[in-house]
């Protein structure tokens, strides 16, 4: 199944900028088991129009629970305000090769 993720980010006032720059790197880090697990396959920064940016992701998982475990792992998990949206197939998506093509 595929997944579009989108989250924003929110640090928590008070955090030292130190705790802020450790976890940012972490998250960068992180990201990169599931790129290679094939699980995480595109990220994309939004500009919301609030000013602040929010960041839209592809996933692809076995299921709801494995995307959830997924996540939880992100070392700025916590931090995050997440929305799920599971993708299923449609029948005219030109990126899927038709018979006789």
């Known amino acids: 199944m595929e997944f579009l993720v ?3 980010i929110t640090t928590p ?3 030292p900028e130190t705790e802020v720059e450790a976890r940012e790197n972490a998250e960068a880090m ?3 088991a ?3 697990q094939g699980h995480l396959l595109r ?3 939004l500009a919301a129009p609030n000013g602040r940016a929010s960041v839209l992701s592809l ?5 709801s629970a494995q995307l959830d475990g997924l ?3 992100l070392p700025l998990y916590e931090w995050m305000q997440i929305t799920i949206t599971p993708l299923e197939p449609h029948p005219n998506d030109p990126s899927v090769e038709r018979p006789g093509s």
């Open 59 to 63: 996933y692809r998982a076995d299921s």
């Open 13 to 15: 006032r008070g955090t």
């Open 34 to 36: 599931p790129v290679e």
């Open 71 to 73: 996540l939880e792992a």
């Open 6 to 8: 989108e989250f924003e």
């Open 43 to 45: 990220v994309w920064k």
């Open 30 to 32: 992180a990201a990169a």
